[in-house]
């Protein structure tokens, strides 16, 4: 039975069922790389100090690394006795050097180790999510590459309301990851404080030398408030929030290849390799990775919402109710950059019948606004216009007709001011041609946005 580090205060033995409940070792324990990298630091700075000597810190960092072989070999016992990843380490490295090791711990807690440790996992993860979202992006710009020429109806309240190029429609999720990146990159420069030399919550007597692990541990700061630096966990919420409104993205675009991929839209297929088939219905071909990424976004938005609630009302300075953190913390880390991988793979493997999206243009008077428009071009104030050809779609409706289809005489019923000019006005290449408003759907803005994303992703300035 290994020993407790505070066995000097108490009499009885801890509870198995207490060792069990308290115990957070299956989880914590995949942050030991960071907790050697922590300790390694922090032994190499008390030695600087002269806190220990040389050869006390040389030997603490040899057996630290044994430590670290012997956990990636496999051949290292955890054991819910020793409640975490530190305890774990320090009690193998005393096994090894029972004096040195007990040295380890000086000027340190596990308060200001526990808060460095989760700082250095998610600086690494953080990137990790950067490095993906670009080649997310990337794909996007791609697949938008392919269609700056195809059409597409556009949607509010998914009733077809106006023509875009369906580039266009994926430059919109281009903006929303890149938005996304933006947010993950500036969390990171938050992140980015060296919590270690806090000790429990006071800073510590010892002459310590905290620039110097802040260089050893690449931060570019130190924390400046012993107390916040071990009881802060905003780092984690802002990554939390951040994967959370990046899972909202995910949500949006897999809904919408669902629903494209229905027979009803009939606008993409995805590859058999991205799709699932049922069991009992032999027809079926089922969009599950949009789906499960759809469905995903619910356990990120729980897991904000978890350590929301474990953070609101704690006191100053740590508590053991921040060990819970970990749990939803790990699991958005792992879930966004699972959804972001299968992402980047799944968008190469949409192909998009551009018929059907075009013949879904045609009909549904997709190009009321462009009349509309037309009739302001002849002087007639935008309401009025409005107005007239609302009467003309009435009466279009009536005939089973489109605008486009019912002739200049029936057209002129709805306004004396209609001319032959206004059936070129009234093309799909037209209406998508003559938005050419900033950040509107003209094939041209489409080219330059998504040559200026191409560029953007090679890191060269654009403008
Ligand atoms: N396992 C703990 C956690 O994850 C480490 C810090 C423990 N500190 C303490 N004073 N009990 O938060």
């Given at each position: 039975?290994?020993?407790?580090?505070?066995?000097?205060?108490?009499?009885?033995?801890?509870?198995?069922?207490?060792?069990?409940?308290?115990?957070?070792?299956?989880t914590d324990k995949r942050l030991y790389t960071q907790d050697?990298?922590?300790?390694?630091?922090?032994?190499?700075?008390?030695?600087?100090?002269?806190?220990?000597?040389?050869?006390?810190?040389?030997?603490?960092?040899?057996?630290?690394?044994?430590?670290?072989?012997?956990?990636?070999?496999?051949?290292?016992?955890?054991?819910?006795?020793?409640?975490?990843?530190?305890?774990?380490?320090?009690?193998?490295?005393?096994?090894?050097?029972?004096?040195?090791?007990?040295?380890?711990?000086?000027?340190?807690?596990?308060?200001?180790?526990?808060?460095?440790?989760?700082?250095?996992?998610?600086?690494?993860?953080?990137?990790?999510?950067?490095?993906?979202?670009?080649?997310?992006?990337?794909?996007?710009?791609?697949?938008?590459?392919?269609?700056?020429?195809?059409?597409?109806?556009?949607?509010?309240?998914?009733?077809?309301?106006?023509?875009?190029?369906?580039?266009?429609?994926?430059?919109?999720?281009?903006?929303?990851?890149?938005?996304?990146?933006?947010?993950?990159?500036?969390?990171?420069?938050?992140?980015?404080?060296?919590?270690?030399?806090?000790?429990?919550?006071?800073?510590?007597?010892?002459?310590?030398?905290?620039?110097?692990?802040?260089?050893?541990?690449?931060?570019?700061?130190?924390?400046?408030?012993?107390?916040?630096?071990?009881?802060?966990?905003?780092?984690?919420?802002?990554?939390?929030?951040?994967?959370?409104?990046?899972?909202?993205?995910?949500?949006?675009?897999?809904?919408?290849?669902?629903?494209?991929?229905?027979?009803?839209?009939?606008?993409?297929?995805?590859?058999?390799?991205?799709?699932?088939?049922?069991?009992?219905?032999?027809?079926?071909?089922?969009?599950?990775?949009?789906?499960?990424?759809?469905?995903?976004?619910?356990?990120?938005?729980?897991?904000?919402?978890?350590?929301?609630?474990?953070?609101?009302?704690?006191?100053?300075?740590?508590n053991r109710d921040m060990q819970e953190d970990k749990p939803?913390?790990?699991?958005?880390?792992?879930?966004?950059?699972?959804?972001?991988?299968?992402?980047?793979?799944?968008?190469?493997?949409?192909?998009?019948?551009?018929?059907?999206?075009?013949?879904?243009?045609?009909?549904?008077?997709?190009?009321?606004?462009?009349?509309?428009?037309?009739?302001?071009?002849?002087?007639?104030?935008?309401?009025?216009?409005?107005?007239?050809v609302g009467k003309a779609v009435g009466y279009a409706l009536?005939?089973?007709?489109?605008?486009?289809?019912?002739?200049?005489?029936?057209?002129?019923?709805?306004?004396?001011?209609?001319?032959?000019?206004?059936?070129?006005?009234?093309?799909?290449?037209?209406?998508?041609?003559?938005?050419?408003?900033?950040?509107?759907?003209?094939?041209?803005?489409?080219?330059?946005?998504?040559?200026?994303?191409?560029?953007?992703?090679?890191?060269?300035?654009?403008?």
């Amino acid at each position: 039975m290994p020993e407790k580090p505070w066995n000097g205060r108490f009499q009885e033995k801890t509870d198995a069922a207490v060792e069990a409940f308290t115990s957070s070792i299956d989880t914590d324990k995949r942050l030991y790389t960071q907790d050697i990298e922590g300790s390694i630091a922090h032994c190499r700075m008390l030695a600087k100090a002269n806190i220990i000597d040389e050869g006390e810190a040389e030997s603490l960092i040899k057996g630290l690394e044994e430590v670290k072989e012997k956990i990636e070999k496999q051949e290292f016992k955890f054991d819910d006795s020793l409640e975490d990843i530190h305890m774990h380490i320090e009690d193998a490295l005393t096994h090894k050097m029972p004096e040195n090791a007990r040295k380890l711990h000086t000027a340190r807690s596990r308060n200001d180790q526990v808060a460095l440790d989760t700082k250095l996992y998610l600086k690494d993860v953080t990137k990790q999510v950067l490095k993906g979202l670009k080649a997310l992006r990337q794909a996007l710009v791609n697949l938008a590459g392919e269609h700056i020429y195809t059409v597409m109806p556009g949607y509010t309240h998914l009733q077809r309301a106006q023509p875009v190029l369906l580039a266009h429609h994926l430059m919109a999720y281009y903006e929303m990851f890149s938005r996304d990146a933006k947010r993950f990159e500036d969390g990171l420069k938050r992140m980015d404080e060296n919590p270690l030399g806090s000790a429990a919550l006071a800073g510590t007597t010892y002459s310590i030398d905290r620039e110097y692990t802040t260089r050893l541990l690449s931060f570019s700061k130190m924390t400046s408030n012993s107390i916040d630096a071990v009881s802060d966990r905003d780092f984690i919420l802002e990554f939390l929030s951040s994967a959370s409104i990046c899972m909202v993205h995910f949500s949006r675009i897999s809904e919408e290849l669902i629903i494209w991929s229905s027979s009803e839209f009939n606008f993409i297929e995805l590859s058999d390799a991205f799709s699932t088939g049922s069991s009992i219905m032999p027809q079926k071909k089922n969009p599950d990775v949009p789906e499960l990424v759809r469905g995903k976004t619910g356990r990120v938005f729980g897991n904000l919402m978890a350590v929301l609630t474990i953070m609101k009302s704690l006191p100053l300075a740590y508590n053991r109710d921040m060990q819970e953190d970990k749990p939803p913390l790990f699991d958005t880390a792992d879930t966004l950059m699972s959804c972001i991988d299968i992402y980047a793979r799944l968008l190469p493997e949409v192909s998009v019948k551009k018929e059907n999206m075009l013949s879904a243009v045609s009909t549904g008077f997709l190009n009321a606004t462009d009349m509309a428009d037309y009739l302001v071009g002849k002087g007639i104030p935008f309401r009025e216009a409005h107005s007239c050809v609302g009467k003309a779609v009435g009466y279009a409706l009536g005939e089973h007709k489109e605008l486009h289809e019912l002739s200049l005489k029936e057209l002129k019923v709805f306004s004396s001011l209609i001319s032959e000019d206004i059936f070129d006005c009234l093309t799909v290449e037209n209406m998508i041609n003559r938005r050419v408003s900033y950040g509107g759907t003209a094939t041209e803005n489409v080219r330059v946005a998504v040559e200026a994303a191409k560029k953007e992703l090679e890191g060269k300035q654009v403008g």
